[in-house]
């Protein structure tokens, strides 16, 4: 059942003896002042069976209290545990006893399951937000600003031959009875034996000979396993390992793929699973230098305050979890609140038709760095020295030549193009010039041509959105080091990134004077 805290205070109470030793304005503080007011315990009520069944639990006011420290120090759940037991802030901060013993970090991955299978499982994101809405501090506030950043998964990437084994592995523990049949019908590898195989590493026939053995187990042992209802509980198994089976690999050289020959191929497939440990993780690349492994984190930020107004945690990788998507949902999420006509700055990442469309439509303004045009040969045309016309339907190239657009809106300059005596800055292509537009292809163009003539347009954007990076910063740093993920999935890493926004942004509301006035929320 649910567990309150003592009304009245303990003998050796960390915040009476020591309270005067913490400095005020801070976390902790604050939450030794107004714990139970940010985080009530009504809210928590759900979690719990009815009074007098069970033994208390440990008081919601004080969890909540002790998650927010933690998502804020990127502490682990031992080194938490750890603080509640020693560290005397922490114990003022929740009004605990100096001689309080604390409690065993697992009840930490108690706490977040129950909260996770809740109904409400960013509670705690929730409360900071309504503190926040209620100080008014975004009243008036018509900016907004979105940003990204990849954060590294909790788990090694593995290479292809580790990750067909591993597969393998996973459905012998998972799945009823594969153990059996892996020993019957997979000769490629003992699979009983940890590490890699013993072979010839620098030997390339060695490697496809190894690669080509593993991918025929996985596919027999797919074929023998595949569930005939996706629903159960081995399925996923089964699934990430004809996943990973053809993910990596190609027909050999002279291969039709039937013989049973295979080799690793020879680039990287686009949404790669990089390990069978969590299947979510993904690759991405910032440049085609800097390749990082993990998960995306996108937000949405109030640049004049640096309050989060939006958080959101994806794969690192696919057309769903792209910068402009994620911003197409939180400028949904914004509307659907009633949130204000605002402007959304963002680099170039964000400046897609499609957003730009939707900003428009819901009466909000663009403030987006356009996308750099890349000419078909070098220091040549690109789309923009293409006179379009909408209206009738046109396009008229440099050289003056007019083409209709398709119906697959294509222009189709063909034959045009053999004379044409600006055809070496137009195009290589032997049957000439072709320009694919896209949907949105007139907004592309106007959002560019204003880039280009309003210097107080680029003056607004270099002023306001660099604000959004100090958040980035905030949330994917502590101490000068970049965070690593510590858990497994999206779900649970999101779930992070809910209570890290929530404790970033109360210790920014602390810094602007946050405090507790006839029951309302002020800022001092």
Not at 223 to 243: H, M, N, T
Not at 285 to 302: I, M, N, Q, T
């Amino acid at each position: 059942m649910q567990g309150f805290e003592r009304a009245d205070r303990q003998v050796l109470d960390a915040g009476v003896l020591a309270g005067h030793l913490i400095p005020e304005g801070g976390m902790f503080a604050f939450l030794a002042a107004h714990r139970a007011e940010v985080f009530r315990d009504a809210d928590y009520a759900d979690l719990f069976a009815p009074p007098g069944l069970g033994r208390p639990s440990i008081p919601a006011t004080q969890m909540a209290a002790i998650m927010t420290l933690q998502a804020l120090h990127d502490y682990s759940d031992r080194e938490t545990a750890e603080a509640v037991r020693f560290d005397v802030r922490w114990k003022a901060a929740i009004g605990a006893a100096l001689d309080g013993a604390g409690f065993d970090p697992s009840t930490l991955v108690y706490w977040r399951n129950r909260i996770a299978k809740s109904q409400r499982p960013h509670r705690i994101n929730e409360a900071v937000k309504k503190v926040a809405e209620q100080t008014g501090i975004l009243r008036g506030r018509r900016r907004r600003a979105v940003d990204s950043t990849i954060l590294a998964d909790s788990v090694a990437t593995q290479d292809t031959v580790t990750q067909l084994i591993s597969a393998i592995r996973r459905v012998a523990r998972e799945v009823p009875g594969a153990a059996e049949q892996i020993a019957a019908v997979c000769t490629g590898h003992d699979y009983g034996k940890p590490g890699k195989p013993k072979i010839d590493w620098d030997d390339p026939a060695a490697k496809d000979a190894l690669v080509s053995a593993l991918v025929n187990d996985a596919t027999v042992l797919v074929e023998a396993l595949r569930p005939e209802d996706p629903g159960q509980p081995e399925a996923p198994a089964v699934a990430l390992l004809a996943l990973v089976a053809g993910q990596d690999v190609e027909p050999a050289e002279g291969s039709d793929g039937t013989d049973g020959r295979w080799r690793i191929a020879r680039k990287v497939a686009g949404d790669r699973v990089i390990s069978v440990h969590d299947p979510e993780a993904r690759h991405s690349r910032k440049s085609p230098e800097s390749r990082r492994d993990g998960y995306r984190a996108h937000l949405v930020a109030c640049p004049d305050t640096g309050i989060i107004t939006g958080e959101q945690l994806t794969r690192a990788s696919g057309e769903s979890n792209t910068d402009a998507a994620a911003a197409a949902r939180f400028l949904a999420d914004h509307v659907a609140g009633g949130g204000p006509e605002c402007e959304w700055y963002g680099d170039s990442a964000y400046g897609t038709g499609e957003l730009r469309a939707a900003l428009r439509q819901a009466g909000h303004t663009a403030v987006i760095k356009p996308g750099p045009l890349k000419p078909a040969i070098a220091g040549g045309f690109t789309i923009d020295d293409f006179t379009a016309d909408a209206a009738a339907g046109t396009v008229t190239c440099p050289a003056g030549i007019t083409r209709p657009i398709t119906a697959a809106r294509s222009v189709i300059f063909g034959a045009a193009c053999r004379t044409c005596p600006l055809r070496a800055r137009c195009t290589t292509r032997k049957n000439g010039r072709v320009l694919n537009l896209t949907e949105h292809d007139a907004l592309l163009r106007a959002a560019r041509r204003a880039w280009a003539t309003s210097p107080a347009l680029r003056e607004n954007y270099r002023h306001h959105r660099p604000h959004v990076e100090r958040a980035i910063a905030q949330i994917a740093t502590r101490g000068g080091r970049r965070l690593k993920l510590r858990y497994r999935g999206t779900a649970k890493n999101n779930a992070w990134l809910k209570n890290r926004t929530a404790a970033l942004n109360l210790r920014n509301l602390i810094n602007h004077g946050l405090n507790r006035r006839g029951g309302e929320w002020v800022l001092t």
